[in-house]
């Protein structure tokens, strides 16, 4: 009996046959345009970091701002102690006075001896030595005038003001420090904000890209010619409003073998802080790309490869060569065409020769439910 059931059982067996195919998704390859993106890292600085500088030299006496505060233009920064620019200015104003009586004693002698050279009393050449005191005395107040002037600067300067609108840096003084014109720190960094400078750098290779891509004689023409770029913070969010590029160094770095550019930002809402890192995103248009889903390839030594549907329904692996990415497609050049059939999940179950059962899927769809 136990032969018989074994012997029934293995002829139950050879009867079942084997298994039908597997049913697959099967996505066929379009070619549409797409817009990719080439990064860049970037430094973000002030339109104007200005270094604000004592012009006179004394203590600290007033602090008006704190730092990372907002000022307008004008707005008092900081006092250093007036005194002794304010005595200078009294001094000055004296010796003004003096000079201005000494002006007034010439020209009175001028104007006694003038009728009696005119009627031959005296010699002209009394006149004449007059005349020279009471022009020396005009130099001594005009000389009196300037230093009046000068010192009314130095009583100017003791108040510092904002040259700009922007945010205010770190301070490295306290109140009662000894500040000067000579010192090597400034009392602060003003940052101007209204435009920000994103400085990126692009390698040699990017570079000749760069110059082979954009129409235009001269490498200031090419740059006008580019399209608004987008910045992307350190978080990975995006600047809200679109930069453009203005500048180009004048030649590559020696060490890095990179040349400078420089975008420019709006920054009204005051978003964006001279010191913050970013991206730089350049975008190009590829008039027609063979999209191909991320997710319906894999890597085998360091190549990409796809399923493709021969004929009987027959998967062959294919190897790709990809140029780009767009969201979670490849932009691949070589190894399919457009109308080819990919299998678009399940490969990890695949080899070559396998026969499936195609389940069609269409291309837009995924399209509207990827990130472009």
Do not use: W
């Amino acid at each position: 009996m136990v032969l018989y059931s074994s012997c029934g059982s293995s002829s139950a067996n050879q009867g079942a046959g084997a298994p039908p195919p597997q049913e697959l998704p099967v996505v066929s390859i379009e070619s549409k345009p797409v817009t990719t993106y080439s990064e860049f890292t970037a430094a973000i600085q002030g339109s104007r970091d200005i270094e604000i500088r004592p012009q006179v030299d004394g203590y600290l006496q007033s602090i008006h701002v704190d730092e990372g505060a907002y000022v307008h233009k004008g707005q008092a920064l900081f006092t250093i102690d007036a005194r002794p620019y304010t005595e200078q200015l009294n001094n000055a104003k004296a010796q003004l006075l003096s000079a201005k009586a000494a002006l007034e004693t010439a020209s009175i002698n001028v104007a006694k001896l003038a009728p009696l050279v005119e009627n031959n009393v005296i010699s002209d050449v009394q006149l004449r030595s007059a005349k020279a005191v009471q022009d020396a005395a005009k130099a001594n107040v005009a000389q009196a005038q300037a230093q009046v002037q000068s010192a009314k600067i130095n009583v100017g300067y003791s108040t510092v003001t904002a040259p700009a609108d922007g945010y205010v840096g770190s301070i490295p003084f306290k109140t009662g420090s000894l500040v000067g014109k000579t010192q090597v720190e400034a009392l602060t960094v003003l940052s101007e904000n209204r435009e920000m400078h994103a400085y990126f750098t692009m390698s040699e290779v990017d570079f000749i890209n760069f110059k082979e891509q954009y129409a235009g004689a001269t490498i200031q023409d090419k740059i006008e010619k580019l399209p608004a770029v987008e910045l992307v913070l350190a978080d990975n969010t995006t600047y809200p409003q679109k930069g453009k590029v203005e500048l180009a160094q004048g030649q590559f770095d020696k060490v890095n073998g990179t040349i400078s550019f420089r975008a420019t930002f709006p920054n009204a809402n005051g978003l964006l802080r001279s010191g913050n890192t970013g991206k730089i995103k350049i975008p190009s248009l590829n008039s027609g790309s063979l999209l191909v889903p991320q997710e319906a390839t894999f890597e085998l030594q360091d190549k990409v490869f796809v399923y493709a549907l021969a004929d009987s329904n027959k998967v062959v692996g294919k190897p790709l060569t990809v140029t780009g990415t767009s969201g979670h497609f490849y932009l691949v050049s070589a190894g399919l065409k457009a109308g080819d059939k990919i299998v678009y999940k399940g490969i990890d179950r695949l080899r070559d020769g396998m026969v499936i059962t195609p389940k069609p899927i269409s291309a837009d769809s995924l399209l509207k439910t990827a990130s472009l």
